[in-house]
């Protein structure tokens, strides 16, 4: 496929997110001068403004616009939530944990369920990050930080995709396929709930005045985690990227008194370079997100130093809940659900070769889903050293994608469409050899033994 013309190249996300960061910040600052806002206001958008980047990538314009609607509602509601939780701990806790369960729950009703379970959790995920606040009149004003938080998201991705003269990924689910469903949401929703009531009762008992990280942490490692494997690998990086993240916060807090504009310059460039880093590894994202709320917190008086060793306990005991939810409560393998992905993109495979329209679009989203099982896959090959292995699958689909890329970009009908044909028969082959491998024993298949 010969492209119609010179492209720009791709802005980078990171340099979008942030953009839109930085004036979803800008425009808290100056609307604080027109009200009675804290600077826990102008935080509370740059958390969303974070978070909806992520989440709004790629959206359809209707997808856009039903967070338009939902996103300052549900921040209404967080509102409400965060004063429920500071009067009374004990209901608050449980609305929060039946919030955020619910919102992964419904992923099992498809991507459009799936999309709105994550605007639902991220205005609750901003009351562990950001203290609630009593200032009058704040109740009205979240919304508003809600709102500007999506205007400057949107503008910038849109605008990005503009300059760069590139449209949207098609949405999953989209008219060309039928939408999928989650089969396991039911068991990640099991898992969240114990996590988090299991978090919420370690905070408050061994952390009573930073339960809030505990509960984060665990709700990092859960959420979204495809299996035993990759929650323990979450896990890991989370555990890694905060410590790494909270010593490097403790050594520059030290520069910075209370209150000194200085430490929330460095806030937003240890947030630059998390954003930046974060498609190469987890733990940078851990680690830069991490010195960035140590940074915050030296902000508003709490002294770095000291609460050191309680961040990074806080943390680990977080992620000891997370794994062990996700390991105990209706457990799934992640090696299980590589074999489910990789089933789709076979699936859809000789359509692609075949040269049916769409095929190849959606071949290559399958691939992409699959990259997300990749990183603790090659980590449990390179610690194992077993061969063939899991990981081994993801490299053969990549390697189809590319042969069937350079089908599509050949005009010339020489041998080289017939080597790239047998190249993507061998990879099959290879494919289903370690998705199928032969029987054992009594007729047990051998991939029916459990994996770590």
């Known amino acids: 496929m010969a492209l119609a013309g010179v492209r720009l190249?791709?802005?980078?996300?990171?340099?979008?997110?942030?953009?839109?960061?930085?004036?979803?910040?800008?425009?808290?600052?100056?609307?604080?001068?027109?009200?009675?806002?804290?600077?826990?206001?102008?935080?509370?958008?740059?958390?969303?403004s974070v978070a909806l980047a992520g989440a709004q990538r790629g959206a359809s314009p209707a997808d856009r616009l039903a967070a338009c609607v939902v996103l300052p509602l549900v921040t209404l509601a967080a509102v409400g939530l965060g004063t429920l939780m500071s009067g009374r701990p004990a209901a608050g806790d449980a609305a929060f944990v039946l919030l955020v369960t619910s919102a992964v729950w419904i992923r099992r009703f498809g991507r459009r369920f799936a999309r709105a379970g994550t605007l639902v959790t991220l205005p609750a995920i901003a009351l562990l990050v950001i203290p609630h606040t009593r200032t009058p009149g704040y109740f009205l004003w979240a919304p508003v930080m809600a709102l500007i938080a999506w205007v400057w998201v949107t503008a910038f991705q849109l605008l990005a995709d503009r300059v760069t003269a590139t449209a949207p990924a098609p949405a999953q689910g989209s008219a060309m396929e039928p939408e999928r469903r989650?089969?396991?949401?039911?068991?990640?929703?099991?898992?969240?709930?114990?996590?988090?009531?299991?978090?919420?009762?370690?905070?408050?008992?061994?952390?009573?005045?930073?339960?809030?990280?505990?509960?984060?942490?665990?709700?990092?490692v859960c959420n979204g985690a495809l299996g035993r494997g990759d929650a323990l690998y979450k896990g890991f990086l989370r555990a890694l990227g905060a410590t790494g993240g909270t010593l490097l916060a403790a050594l520059a807090a030290g520069t910075f008194a209370p209150g000194d504009r200085g430490s929330i310059a460095l806030v937003f460039v240890a947030l630059g370079v998390a954003v930046w880093l974060r498609p190469r590894n987890y733990a940078y994202w851990a680690g830069g997100v991490t010195a960035a709320l140590s940074l915050l917190y030296g902000y508003f008086g709490q002294s770095a130093m000291p609460l050191l060793w309680t961040r990074m306990e806080a943390i680990l005991a977080g992620g000891v809940v997370g794994v062990a939810s996700a390991w105990f409560v209706l457990p799934f393998r992640t090696r299980d659900?590589?074999?489910?992905?990789?089933?789709?993109?076979?699936?859809?495979?000789?359509?692609?070769?075949?040269?049916?329209?769409?095929?190849?679009?959606?071949?290559?989203?399958?691939?992409?889903?699959?990259?997300?099982?990749?990183?603790?896959?090659?980590?449990?090959?390179?610690?194992?050293?077993?061969?063939?292995?899991?990981?081994?699958?993801?490299?053969?689909?990549?390697?189809?994608?590319?042969?069937?890329?350079?089908?599509?970009?050949?005009?010339?009908?020489?041998?080289?469409?017939?080597?790239?044909?047998?190249?993507?028969?061998?990879?099959?082959?290879?494919?289903?050899?370690?998705?199928?491998?032969?029987?054992?024993?009594?007729?047990?298949?051998?991939?029916?033994?459990?994996?770590?």
């Open 9 to 48: 190249r791709s802005a980078p996300p990171a340099a979008v997110t942030m953009a839109a960061v930085l004036a979803a910040f800008g425009s808290a600052l100056l609307l604080g001068r027109l009200a009675p806002l804290g600077a826990d206001a102008a935080m509370q958008a740059v958390v969303l």
């Open 182 to 220: 989650s089969p396991a949401s039911g068991r990640m929703a099991a898992q969240m709930a114990v996590a988090l009531a299991a978090a919420f009762a370690t905070g408050h008992l061994l952390f009573p005045d930073h339960w809030s990280w505990v509960v984060l942490t665990s709700f990092v």
């Open 337 to 452: 659900v590589l074999r489910r992905r990789a089933a789709m993109a076979l699936a859809v495979l000789p359509r692609a070769l075949g040269g049916e329209p769409g095929a190849l679009t959606r071949f290559e989203r399958s691939v992409a889903e699959l990259d997300k099982l990749y990183p603790p896959l090659r980590t449990h090959r390179a610690i194992t050293r077993r061969r063939p292995h899991h990981a081994d699958v993801v490299d053969h689909l990549r390697d189809i994608r590319g042969h069937l890329r350079t089908l599509a970009a050949d005009t010339t009908g020489d041998d080289r469409d017939d080597t790239a044909v047998e190249k993507i028969d061998s990879a099959v082959a290879v494919i289903r050899a370690v998705l199928v491998p032969p029987r054992r024993g009594r007729g047990s298949p051998a991939s029916a033994r459990p994996d770590a």
